[in-house]
Nanobody, 121 residues
Framework: QVQLVESGGGLVQAGGSLSLSCAAS????????MAWYRQAAGKQRELVAR???????NYADSAKGRFTISRDNAKKMVFLQMNSLKPEDTAVYYC???????????????WGQGTQVTVSS
């Protein structure tokens, strides 16, 4: 069994900062790309930021210059530092990872349960 568990969401005023964390656990052989997605009420889930196991990153245009994704491969964790938050950043944020389980020939997509981020104006 593989699990992704997020933490760090909450309520913040516009212009503030929040840091999200996600920890992977279970029978893991290798973690490939890790990412953060978000889903606002009534909208589709969208990619916020992604990081490869080599550290290469890409961001949604809305996140560029304000958000930073990073990872700690030894701890099997991914982080999202969010600065200069705006009300439109309000959403449930989900951790995503491509994980190859022990004994498996390929990786599969796993999702966390989500953490609410609310930015007040």
């Amino acid at each position: 069994q593989v699990q992704l568990v997020e933490s760090g969401g909450g309520l913040v005023q516009a212009g503030g900062s929040l840091s999200l964390s996600c920890a992977a656990s279970g029978s893991i052989f290798r973690i490939n790309a890790m990412a953060w997605y978000r889903q606002a009420a009534g909208k589709q889930r969208e990619l916020v930021a992604r990081i490869t196991n080599g550290g290469r990153t890409n961001y949604a245009d809305s996140a560029k210059g304000r958000f930073t994704i990073s990872r700690d491969n030894a701890k099997k964790m991914v982080f999202l530092q969010m600065n200069s938050l705006k009300p439109e950043d309000t959403a449930v944020y989900y951790c995503n990872a491509a994980i190859q389980r022990v004994g498996s020939p390929s990786d599969n997509d796993y999702w966390g349960q989500g953490t609410q981020v609310t930015v007040s104006s």
